[in-house]
């Protein structure tokens, strides 16, 4: 956010949080289907675009029964034809899953679409069904990654350059010269020294984001290259802004469990590094873990001061299904109990 000026956004209070949209599209059964959810998402974005949101989010996986998001770049385009800010960040892609020289197309086209508001957290995946279902093969996948990112860069120059044995050339270039930039995801150790060596920059996930940072940095520092700034300090994986939380944590509970349960049980496919989904039973787990959150408005923005200047909240208004009145009334809360607060404090759209 710009900086701003006046002294009710000066001193220790003062905050220029960024804020987002995180969208994985999960119709669990409960709550909203596909047809809606996709539909809303479009509203919403189209909405927090104008409140100067800058960031939306894409995840990405495949063969899912609850129709967990399998074309983040099809939805980021039209996400873009909708918005004149926001940038689409899809985070993951699950990369290894892309053909290179086809995803060197989409991406360019879609960098296109926003005209440069495109970036991109590659990831190398971790569930055993995906990579059957591509013919990928699971050992080979950080030697697929490296060729993707060489490829994408190759490709972006707008030169003709060897593929696999043959000459290729690919068009259209995207609006930047560089194209998107490229981070490097990962909850392990290795990909904190693979994004070192081939990312534009690294975005960590799990519960050990800090200390795999540290080991990035430290790489780079080795190797010569300098350090790019950290990523936003996050707030909860789950926040909703309510005037009555006793009432909304009944009608989230359910979504919001279905989902960090469905995500920590994916996690344990990985075999290494860690997630910030905790598993849980019902409610009252739900609401001793400090990732998921149903604040009133002013503790919203105590939130925000207690996060930092440099943090960024993220809303996840269909998460697992959740009910569309209820994502919209979360959402509009904020607008008008939170945003001017934090406008007080420093943020400008």
């Known amino acids: 956010m710009a900086e701003d000026s006046g002294p009710a956004a000066t001193g220790g209070n003062r905050t220029t949080v960024k804020l987002a949209l995180r969208y994985d599209m999960r119709a669990p059964g409960i709550g909203v289907g596909s047809p809606d959810q996709y539909a809303a998402a479009l509203e919403h974005v189209a909405w927090a675009d104008e409140l100067g949101f800058e960031t939306v989010y894409l995840a990405e996986h495949h063969g899912a029964d609850d129709g967990y998001c399998a074309a983040p770049m099809i939805l980021g385009s039209a996400m873009l034809g909708r918005t004149r800010r926001m940038t689409v960040h899809l985070s993951a892609l699950v990369a290894v899953l892309h053909h290179p020289l086809r995803l060197a197309e989409d991406l360019a086209a879609l960098d296109l679409v926003g005209g440069g508001r495109v970036e991109v957290t590659l990831g190398l995946g971790y569930r055993d069904s995906e990579y059957r279902m591509f013919g990928i093969e699971r050992r080979r996948r950080v030697q697929t990654l490296e060729e993707i990112v060489e490829v994408l860069r190759q490709a972006w120059t707008g030169e003709e350059f060897d593929f696999r044995g043959e000459p290729v050339k690919v068009r259209p270039r995207p609006a930047r010269p560089a194209g998107a930039p490229l981070y490097i995801g990962g909850s392990a150790e290795a990909s904190a020294i693979r994004a070192a060596r081939i990312g534009d920059g690294y975005r960590p996930a799990g519960s050990e984001k800090d200390r795999l940072y540290e080991i990035y940095a430290a790489e780079r520092e080795r190797l010569g290259e300098p350090v790019p700034p950290r990523a936003p300090v996050l707030g909860p994986l789950f926040l909703f802004v309510s005037d009555d939380?006793?009432?909304?944590?009944?009608?989230?509970?359910?979504?919001?469990l279905y989902t960090t349960?469905?995500?920590?049980?994916?996690?344990?496919?990985?075999?290494?590094?860690?997630?910030?989904?905790?598993?849980?039973?019902?409610?009252?787990?739900?609401?001793?873990?400090?990732?998921?959150?149903?604040?009133?408005?002013?503790?919203?923005?105590?939130?925000?001061?207690?996060?930092?200047?440099?943090?960024?909240?993220?809303f996840q208004p269909l998460m697992g299904g959740l009910p569309l009145d209820a994502g919209w009334r979360s959402l509009r809360l904020f607008e008008t109990g939170v945003l001017p607060e934090l406008v007080q404090l420093g943020y400008r759209p």
């Open 245 to 256: 939380p006793a009432r909304d944590w009944e009608i989230v509970a359910p979504h919001v």
């Open 261 to 314: 349960n469905a995500n920590a049980n994916w996690a344990r496919e990985r075999g290494v590094g860690t997630t910030a989904y905790r598993p849980a039973a019902g409610l009252a787990e739900l609401q001793t873990d400090p990732n998921i959150r149903v604040v009133t408005p002013q503790e919203c923005v105590e939130l925000c001061r207690t996060l930092g200047p440099d943090a960024e909240l993220v």
